[in-house]
C-alpha cells in the first residue's frame, strides 16, 4: 500500500527551510527516502530504521516517529542542486517489498 | 562495476506486440525490482525478486511477467502491449530490502501507439 506524502509540490527560495512529511497506515521497518531530477533515474539519499539508526545523507535529515507510523525529511537552507522530486519509500514487514509514495516536487528559486 | 543497466533506453510498439525490457546489475544484489513511472503516480511496484528463481507480484502486475534466472538479470516481459503500459520503466537493485538503498537503473522510456 502507497504511503502518502504531503505536500505534493513545494518552492523554496534558495536558503529557506522545507520539510516533506511520509505516512502510513501500517506499521514500518524503515523508511526510505530518494531524490529524481528531471529526466534521470532516483538517486539514494537515506534510510531511517525501527530503533532510531539512519543511513545516509550528511546535508540532509529525517525523523522517524514508529507509533504515528510516519517520517519526515528536513531540508535546511537549501540549494538550487536541492530541486527535483522526493520519493518516501516504506517497508512494512519482512514479506512486503519496498513501495513508494507519489513523490513531492521540490522547486528551489534564486 | 557498471552498476544497473537498462536496455532499450527508448522503445516504440504498436498495440498487441511483445517485448522484453533487459536489466541486469553486476553488483551480486539479491533484491531486484522494476517500477513503472507515470506523471502523478510516483513509481508504482511492477514485480520483484528476492533472489534467483524467486519472483512476486507487487503493486501493478496485470499484463507483465518476469523471471530471474540467475542473480544477474531480471527481464521484465510485456505480453500484448497496450497503450495504457506506455510509461518509464525502473529496474532496481538492492542487496536486501530494510536496511540497504536501491540502486536505480537509467530507465526505459516506452511508448505504445
Known amino acids: 500500500q502507497q504511503p502518502v506524502q504531503s505536500p505534493q509540490a513545494v518552492i523554496l527560495r534558495e536558503g529557506e527551510d522545507a520539510v516533506i512529511n511520509c505516512s502510513s497506515s501500517k506499521a514500518l521497518y524503515s523508511v526510505h527516502w530518494y531524490r529524481q531530477k528531471h529526466g534521470e533515474a532516483p538517486v539514494f539519499l537515506m534510510i531511517?530504521?525501527?530503533?532510531?539508526e539512519q543511513k545516509g545523507h550528511d546535508k540532509i535529515s529525517a525523523s522517524f516517529n514508529e507509533k504515528k507510523q510516519q517520517s519526515s525529511l528536513y531540508l535546511t537552507a537549501s540549494q538550487l542542486s536541492y530541486s527535483g522530486t522526493y520519493f518516501c519509500?516504506?517497508?512494512?514487514?519482512?514479506?512486503?517489498?519496498?513501495?513508494f509514495g507519489k513523490g513531492t516536487r521540490l522547486s528551489v528559486i534564486a | 562495476n557498471a552498476g544497473v543497466t537498462q536496455t532499450p533506453k527508448f522503445q516504440v510498439l504498436k498495440t498487441g506486440q511483445s517485448m522484453t525490457l533487459q536489466c541486469a546489475q553486476d553488483m551480486n544484489h539479491e533484491y531486484m525490482s522494476w517500477y513503472r513511472q507515470d506523471p502523478g503516480m510516483g513509481l508504482r511496484l511492477i514485480h520483484y525478486?528476492?533472489?534467483?528463481?524467486?519472483?512476486d507480484q507487487g503493486e501493478v502486475p496485470n499484463g507483465y511477467n518476469v523471471s530471474r534466472s540467475t542473480t544477474e538479470d531480471f527481464p521484465l516481459r510485456l505480453l500484448s502491449a497496450a497503450p495504457s503500459q506506455t510509461s518509464v520503466y525502473f529496474c532496481a537493485s538492492s542487496y536486501g530490502v530494510t536496511y540497504n538503498e536501491q540502486f536505480f537503473g537509467p530507465g526505459t522510456r516506452l511508448t505504445v501507439l
Open positions: 519509500g516504506t517497508f512494512n514487514s519482512g514479506n512486503t517489498p519496498l513501495v
Open positions: 531511517l530504521l525501527k530503533g532510531g
Open positions: 525478486s528476492v533472489g534467483a528463481g524467486i519472483t
